[in-house]
Protein backbone atom coordinates (compact mmCIF):
# COMPACT_ATOMS: atom_id res chain seq x y z
CA UNK A 1 0.00 0.00 0.00
CA UNK A 2 1.35 3.23 -0.98
CA UNK A 3 1.15 6.41 0.98
CA UNK A 4 -1.64 8.25 -1.50
CA UNK A 5 -3.56 5.09 -1.04
CA UNK A 6 -3.79 5.10 2.68
CA UNK A 7 -4.36 8.48 3.22
CA UNK A 8 -7.33 8.26 0.43
CA UNK A 9 -8.39 4.99 1.98
CA UNK A 10 -7.89 6.73 5.84
CA UNK A 11 -10.03 10.01 4.93
CA UNK A 12 -12.93 8.03 3.39
CA UNK A 13 -13.06 6.04 6.58
CA UNK A 14 -12.56 7.90 9.45
CA UNK A 15 -16.40 10.12 7.99
CA UNK A 16 -18.55 6.50 7.59
CA UNK A 17 -21.00 6.40 9.90
CA UNK A 18 -19.77 4.74 13.29
CA UNK A 19 -16.28 6.97 12.78
CA UNK A 20 -17.21 10.21 12.23
CA UNK A 21 -18.24 10.48 16.24
CA UNK A 22 -14.22 10.56 16.99
CA UNK A 23 -13.54 12.89 14.25
CA UNK A 24 -15.43 16.22 15.91
CA UNK A 25 -13.43 16.99 18.47
CA UNK A 26 -9.94 16.87 16.90
CA UNK A 27 -11.47 18.94 14.21
CA UNK A 28 -12.67 21.65 16.59
CA UNK A 29 -8.97 21.46 18.06
CA UNK A 30 -7.27 21.98 14.69
CA UNK A 31 -9.99 24.52 13.90
CA UNK A 32 -9.22 27.27 16.89
CA UNK A 33 -5.09 26.37 16.54
CA UNK A 34 -5.55 27.13 12.92
CA UNK A 35 -7.26 30.32 13.60
CA UNK A 36 -5.32 31.54 16.01
CA UNK A 37 -1.91 30.57 14.60
CA UNK A 38 -3.05 32.30 11.39
CA UNK A 39 -4.28 35.47 12.69
CA UNK A 40 -0.90 35.58 14.50
CA UNK A 41 1.65 35.17 11.15
CA UNK A 42 -0.84 37.74 9.37
CA UNK A 43 -0.23 40.17 11.88
CA UNK A 44 3.71 39.42 12.46
CA UNK A 45 4.83 37.44 9.37
CA UNK A 46 6.04 41.16 8.06
CA UNK A 47 8.18 42.03 11.49
CA UNK A 48 9.68 38.72 11.51
CA UNK A 49 10.51 38.98 7.52
CA UNK A 50 12.07 42.49 7.99
CA UNK A 51 14.05 41.50 11.30
CA UNK A 52 16.06 38.08 9.14
CA UNK A 53 16.34 39.94 6.21
CA UNK A 54 18.16 43.22 8.14
CA UNK A 55 20.95 40.62 9.89
CA UNK A 56 22.08 39.41 6.18
CA UNK A 57 25.73 41.01 6.20
CA UNK A 58 26.39 44.03 3.46
CA UNK A 59 28.36 42.08 1.57
CA UNK A 60 26.03 39.53 0.59
CA UNK A 61 23.37 42.30 -0.15
CA UNK A 62 23.52 41.59 -3.88
CA UNK A 63 22.02 38.34 -3.40
CA UNK A 64 19.02 39.66 -1.24
CA UNK A 65 17.13 38.37 -4.07
CA UNK A 66 17.42 34.85 -3.75
CA UNK A 67 17.91 35.14 0.03
CA UNK A 68 14.63 36.49 0.60
CA UNK A 69 12.96 33.70 -0.70
CA UNK A 70 14.97 31.27 1.63
CA UNK A 71 14.22 33.25 4.29
CA UNK A 72 10.64 33.42 3.26
CA UNK A 73 10.04 29.17 3.22
CA UNK A 74 12.07 28.83 6.13
CA UNK A 75 10.06 31.60 8.49
CA UNK A 76 6.95 29.51 6.58
CA UNK A 77 8.13 26.00 7.84
CA UNK A 78 9.01 27.44 11.13
CA UNK A 79 5.24 28.72 11.77
CA UNK A 80 4.29 25.32 10.09
CA UNK A 81 6.24 23.42 12.44
CA UNK A 82 4.83 25.50 15.56
CA UNK A 83 1.11 24.76 14.52
CA UNK A 84 1.52 21.30 14.14
CA UNK A 85 3.52 20.78 17.32
CA UNK A 86 0.37 23.26 19.32
CA UNK A 87 -2.08 21.31 17.25
CA UNK A 88 -1.06 17.36 17.98
CA UNK A 89 -0.05 18.38 21.75
CA UNK A 90 -3.55 19.05 22.56
CA UNK A 91 -5.51 16.38 20.20
CA UNK A 92 -2.94 13.70 20.98
CA UNK A 93 -5.57 11.76 23.00
CA UNK A 94 -8.16 12.30 20.48
CA UNK A 95 -5.79 10.67 17.58
CA UNK A 96 -5.13 8.31 19.70
CA UNK A 97 -8.26 6.98 20.20
CA UNK A 98 -9.35 7.50 16.98
CA UNK A 99 -6.22 5.25 15.50
CA UNK A 100 -7.84 2.69 17.61
CA UNK A 101 -10.93 2.76 16.68
CA UNK A 102 -9.83 2.12 13.11
CA UNK A 103 -7.41 -0.19 13.91
CA UNK A 104 -10.36 -2.42 15.08
CA UNK A 105 -12.47 -1.23 12.32
CA UNK A 106 -10.01 -1.52 9.19
CA UNK A 107 -7.91 -4.75 10.31
CA UNK A 108 -10.35 -6.52 12.49
CA UNK A 109 -7.21 -6.73 15.23
CA UNK A 110 -7.48 -5.11 18.96
CA UNK A 111 -4.67 -2.85 19.64
CA UNK A 112 -2.62 -4.09 22.03
CA UNK A 113 -3.09 -1.38 24.44
CA UNK A 114 -5.20 -2.23 27.46
CA UNK A 115 -5.18 0.91 29.33
CA UNK A 116 -8.10 2.67 30.44
CA UNK A 117 -8.94 5.69 28.84
CA UNK A 118 -7.68 8.04 31.66
CA UNK A 119 -4.66 6.76 31.69
CA UNK A 120 -4.44 6.77 27.37
CA UNK A 121 -5.35 10.43 27.57
CA UNK A 122 -2.20 10.92 29.77
CA UNK A 123 -0.14 8.78 28.51
CA UNK A 124 -0.63 10.29 25.30
CA UNK A 125 0.67 14.05 26.46
CA UNK A 126 3.32 12.26 27.64
CA UNK A 127 4.26 10.86 24.35
CA UNK A 128 3.63 13.91 23.37
CA UNK A 129 6.22 15.26 24.95
CA UNK A 130 8.41 12.46 24.01
CA UNK A 131 8.21 13.41 20.34
CA UNK A 132 8.65 17.22 21.26
CA UNK A 133 12.08 16.50 23.27
CA UNK A 134 13.24 14.67 19.98
CA UNK A 135 12.12 17.25 17.55
CA UNK A 136 12.72 20.80 19.15
CA UNK A 137 16.47 20.59 19.32
CA UNK A 138 16.90 19.11 15.85
CA UNK A 139 14.18 21.74 14.96
CA UNK A 140 16.39 24.67 16.41
CA UNK A 141 19.69 23.45 14.68
CA UNK A 142 18.32 23.45 11.89
CA UNK A 143 17.01 26.79 12.55
CA UNK A 144 20.02 27.87 13.60
CA UNK A 145 21.39 26.16 10.06
CA UNK A 146 19.49 28.72 8.24
CA UNK A 147 20.54 31.77 9.15
CA UNK A 148 24.34 31.13 8.00
CA UNK A 149 24.79 32.88 4.74
CA UNK A 150 25.73 30.28 1.96
CA UNK A 151 24.92 27.83 3.84
CA UNK A 152 20.97 28.34 4.07
CA UNK A 153 20.81 28.02 0.48
CA UNK A 154 19.78 24.08 1.37
CA UNK A 155 18.15 24.74 4.03
CA UNK A 156 14.64 24.76 1.90
CA UNK A 157 15.47 20.83 0.84
CA UNK A 158 16.62 20.07 4.39
CA UNK A 159 13.26 21.33 6.03
CA UNK A 160 11.81 19.74 3.57
CA UNK A 161 13.11 16.14 4.28
CA UNK A 162 12.86 17.37 8.03
CA UNK A 163 8.88 17.67 7.63
CA UNK A 164 8.47 14.69 5.96
CA UNK A 165 10.25 12.48 8.70
CA UNK A 166 8.45 14.18 11.44
CA UNK A 167 5.24 14.29 10.05
CA UNK A 168 5.83 10.13 9.71
CA UNK A 169 6.79 10.22 13.26
CA UNK A 170 3.94 12.49 14.22
CA UNK A 171 1.09 10.13 12.93
CA UNK A 172 2.50 6.78 12.56
CA UNK A 173 3.29 7.22 16.59
CA UNK A 174 -0.06 7.09 17.11
CA UNK A 175 -1.30 2.66 16.52
CA UNK A 176 2.47 2.35 17.48
CA UNK A 177 2.14 3.54 20.62
CA UNK A 178 -1.55 1.97 20.96
CA UNK A 179 0.31 -1.31 20.21
CA UNK A 180 2.87 -0.74 22.99
CA UNK A 181 5.25 -0.25 20.90
CA UNK A 182 8.03 2.08 22.19
CA UNK A 183 9.39 5.55 20.86
CA UNK A 184 12.62 4.01 20.07
CA UNK A 185 11.24 1.27 18.74
CA UNK A 186 9.27 3.29 16.41
CA UNK A 187 11.63 5.24 15.16
CA UNK A 188 13.87 2.37 14.03
CA UNK A 189 10.64 0.51 12.44
CA UNK A 190 10.32 4.37 10.40
CA UNK A 191 13.80 4.08 9.62
CA UNK A 192 14.28 0.48 8.31
CA UNK A 193 10.95 1.00 5.80
CA UNK A 194 12.62 4.69 5.25
CA UNK A 195 10.84 5.18 1.68
CA UNK A 196 7.09 4.61 3.33
CA UNK A 197 7.66 6.69 6.05
CA UNK A 198 9.19 9.66 4.16
CA UNK A 199 6.52 9.13 1.62
CA UNK A 200 3.71 9.20 3.55
CA UNK A 201 5.45 12.16 6.16
CA UNK A 202 5.52 13.91 2.94
CA UNK A 203 2.48 13.50 1.78
CA UNK A 204 0.47 14.55 4.64
CA UNK A 205 3.08 17.46 5.06
CA UNK A 206 1.73 18.82 1.60
CA UNK A 207 -1.79 18.14 2.92
CA UNK A 208 -1.30 19.96 6.27
CA UNK A 209 -0.47 22.91 3.79
CA UNK A 210 -3.73 23.32 1.88
CA UNK A 211 -5.79 26.11 3.33
CA UNK A 212 -9.09 24.53 5.59
CA UNK A 213 -9.02 21.11 3.53
CA UNK A 214 -6.09 20.22 6.25
CA UNK A 215 -8.56 20.97 8.67
CA UNK A 216 -10.65 17.40 7.12
CA UNK A 217 -7.87 15.21 6.00
CA UNK A 218 -5.44 15.69 8.99
CA UNK A 219 -7.89 12.59 10.82
CA UNK A 220 -7.76 10.57 7.47
CA UNK A 221 -4.11 11.04 7.70
CA UNK A 222 -4.51 9.71 11.10
CA UNK A 223 -6.33 6.83 9.71
CA UNK A 224 -4.31 6.16 6.87
CA UNK A 225 -1.12 5.98 9.27
CA UNK A 226 -3.06 2.82 10.95
CA UNK A 227 -3.41 1.30 7.37
CA UNK A 228 0.47 1.64 6.91
CA UNK A 229 1.54 0.83 10.15
CA UNK A 230 -0.58 -2.51 9.61
CA UNK A 231 0.96 -3.24 5.53
CA UNK A 232 4.47 -2.08 6.21
CA UNK A 233 5.87 -2.14 10.15
CA UNK A 234 3.74 -4.19 11.94
CA UNK A 235 5.95 -7.61 11.14
CA UNK A 236 9.58 -5.47 11.19
CA UNK A 237 11.71 -6.54 13.87
CA UNK A 238 14.28 -4.49 15.69
CA UNK A 239 16.92 -4.90 18.28
CA UNK A 240 16.03 -2.73 21.66
Do not use: C
Not at 27 to 49: E, I, K, Q, T
Amino acid sequence: MDAFTALSRGTRLVYRKGLRRYVFLPLLVNLVVYASMLRLVVNRFSGWLDSAMAMVPSWLEWLSWLIWPLFFVSLLLAVFFTFTLVTHLIAAPFYGFLAAKVERQATGREPLDDRGLAKTAIDAVGRELVKLGYILPRAAALLVFSWIPGLNLLAPILWALFSAWIMAITYLDYPMDNNKITFRDMRQRLSRRWWQSLTYGGLVTVVTWIPLANLFLIPGAVAGAVLMWDHHYRGVVTVE
